[in-house]
């Protein structure tokens, strides 16, 4: 009897099954749970090829690229920032520049990805901490400029190249899972302690639920914020990087659309658009989601077009369900 | 049999409240049967939601009169004033408009003859004054607009009001002043009998005051029937012939102010109740205590024009004053949370002085802040009571980043103890406790951070008698210890009990300091309402 709950004088807390409590914390996650399992099920009846080890092991690899994206993402929601439109060209840089420094050894390259994507969160930062302005603007103006900027430099050619080190994270496997799969594992479990457990993620939590009474409680809020659009870039990092490993070759407009797809991933995870709530475990089923969503689309063999539209009509459906579910559990 | 009229017969409650009141028999005088009533109210009730606004108010307000209506924040001088002019539907009692019942809803009062002049003003900014002016009731011709007569419409309401605007100016453009008058221009369009302004000059002047007040006694002097509400006694006394006195919702009594004096109303306005208590709180309390710890030398910031202050370790300063005196906008500037344009505020201690140049470095050097609006400022209403707890104290909690749990909840439950937090479920969602607790939880906070100087906005707004009082507690508690306290509070009551020395404040300065041996509440009221000495002359001469 030692987990008995004393309540208060009088009242009994009524028992609650624990998939109901969970339910009631993240209705979202639990329903994108089942819609997964169906999908997975219709997969392994409907469509040949689908459990092949070429696939899976494709699939595993692309969410890991994604999924660096989407965790860094969740403290951009969660801090009430709504999105970081910035990471496309942060990505497609850090590719760019890891490949084009590796002949000088991943010693020298990959920190010059890192430092390259940070001088965006300083940028963003500047604008959306220190000058309070709307997160979705600032970074769709860095986005612009630095994809400008990028294009310029470049010219829109391929750049060619690799290391040992990013070649065999890219493509090697380890008991027949990808490595770079395994490195999204663990950056997933370091993501999870640094927004549950850390002091940066009390103070993120506290600025994305109400930035005005944080700033009353004495946090530094623009702090948090622009270390939040720091945590963006380096997700946006270790994407570009290994991606570039993966293919021995970067070009700028190599991660159009990572945008979108990280936010749909941690929207179906159940991290709230308004700040303040999210789970790290919610956007890892969210990404694992979107992606076997566009695995069964193109074996399905539905047209480009129409895995774009599908992408769309999931986000907007998962934003209603969320709302009302948890109106409904008198959450909101 | 109920009094519709006067307090001819009070109820036996206020004969204990006002023994003055059958000393001078002359203030209850009756007005002449035959006189015609433009606007009466019978035992008129209003209440939102629990909140009772107005509770059995009864007022006659007599044709071609300017009437006041007067009473401290919150007394229900605005909900009457809605009710009259038909705005809220009362749950009680009824409104009589020249005899006929007034229905609700503006339609009903703008053709009962009823203009209503807020508080707010209510004009478009990027529309001109003609065009303000004439909203809802544009003249048209062939069905456009017909800008030709609302040029003309607009022009003769100026001219009405003896100011000289140009029908074409932006509104936007205009000073406060003017913008008030196209105000009062827009309300005198449909040619109303009864005009009711809530603190019209609370943006003027004094000469633009005087402006003001002498058009309404032209309008008065047209048959116009005004009924006034303002802070400041000086305009009530120079403009209106009776007032009538609210307090806490109710009516206390109805005055004529030719046989009022200025100390007779504030008197009225206050109440007399709890002062023995009062007083012996005030014996209680001694005046030796520490070194100055915060000192401010002629701040500057919006709405506060150049204030000086100090505070001693262990010492409670109270800071009254009207809403809208500059009280909230004086703390958040010493605190750092407006800009400032001049001045200093230096925080010394231990033998250190520092300068609190930003509300980041307030906190940093001991300073700690409940603000007065505590469900979007003072907690964070969707999180644990554990997480608000922790906010203020993050770094201590954490070891090399890492909030260390034991401590917390250790930290969390021990402060849930000391400010008696019920439920002491450090858990639970802040949203779901009781204001009283909210606040408890907004205060208990910055216990840990051990704070030198505690500045508190309204601790107890909203708060519940018993949670006030133990809110109360925690603050004499933390002056026991060496904090310095600045108190800011619309409730006189607390601001005597809980100050060793008042501020009171008005128009962004302080107008007076009292000692907790001289304050009550008379005195508070009398700083920190307008009445100069041009009206203690003419009371002197109606004496």
Known sequence: ?332 | MKAVWGVSTPEPRSTTLFPSLYQEPSVTSQIPASSPAAIEATGVSKHFGGVHALKDVSIRIDSGTCHAIVGANGAGKSTLMKVLAGLYSPNEGQVLVSGQPLSGGTVASKAAGIALVHQELSLCPDLTVAENICVGTTPTKHGLVDRKAMRSIAAALCARLGVNIDPDTLVGQLPATLQQFVEIAKALRLDPQILILDEPTASLTPQETDQLLELLESLRDQGVTIVYISHRLREIFELCSRATVLRDGRLVEHLDLAETTTDRLVESMVGQKLLDQEQHEREEKTDSFGEVVLSVDNLWAPGVFGTSLEVRAGEVLGLGGLMGSGRSELVRAILGLEPRSRGSVTLSYDGHRRTISSYRSAVRSGVAFVPEDRRTEGVLLARSVRENLALPSLTALSRFGQIRTKALKKMATGLAGEVNLRPANTSATVKLLSGGNQQKVAFGRWLPTNPRLFVLDEPTAGVDVGAKAEIHELVRNLTAKGTAVIVVSSDLEELLSLSDRIAVLRDGTITGELSAAEADQQAIVRLGTHHDTTHQRKEAAHV
């Open chain 1, 1 to 332: 009897m030692s987990d008995t709950q004393i309540a208060p004088a009088g009242k009994v807390a009524p028992y609650v099954p624990p998939l109901r409590r969970k339910f009631d914390e993240n209705p979202t996650a639990i329903v994108v749970t089942g819609a997964l399992i169906a999908l997975l099920l219709f997969a392994a009846v409907g469509l040949d090829g689908f459990w092949s080890a070429q696939n899976l092991g494709t699939l595993l690899r692309n969410s890991a690229f994604l999924g660096f994206v989407a965790l860094a993402m969740t403290f951009v929601v969660v801090s009430g920032l709504i999105i970081d439109l910035s990471v496309v060209p942060q990505i497609a840089l850090a590719a760019i520049v890891v490949i084009a420094l590796s002949p000088h050894g991943i010693a020298v390259a990959a920190p010059a990805a890192i430092l390259a994507c940070l001088g965006f969160a300083i940028v963003n930062g500047i604008g959306a901490g220190l000058m309070r302005g709307n997160g979705v603007i600032v970074t769709l103006a860095t986005a612009t400029a630095g994809m400008g900027v990028l294009n310029y430099i470049t010219g829109g050619a391929q750049y060619s190249g690799n290391t040992t080190l990013l070649s065999w994270i890219g493509n090697a496997s380890v008991a027949g899972i990808p490595v770079v799969f395994l490195i999204f594992a663990v950056v997933a479990v370091l993501a999870h302690n640094l927004l549950s457990a850390t002091s940066f993620g009390y103070s993120l939590r506290a600025t994305g639920t109400n930035r005005g009474a944080a700033r009353i409680a004495g946090l530094n809020t623009t702090r948090t914020l622009t270390l939040t659009f720091a945590v963006s870039s380096l997700g946006a990092a270790a994407a570009g990087m290994a991606l570039a490993g993966y293919s021995s070759s970067a070009v700028s407009t190599m991660s159009a659309g990572y945008d979108f797809n990280a936010l749909a991933a941690v929207v179906i995870g159940g991290t709230s658009l308004f700040g303040g709530r999210g789970s790290i475990l919610g956007t890892v089923l969210g990404v694992a989601f979107v992606q076997v969503l566009l695995s069964v689309l193109s074996l399905a063999g539905l047209p480009f077009q129409w895995q774009q539209f599908v992408q769309g009509f999931i986000i907007v459906a998962t934003l209603a369900a969320d709302a009302i579910l948890r109106r409904r559990g008198g959450l909101k």
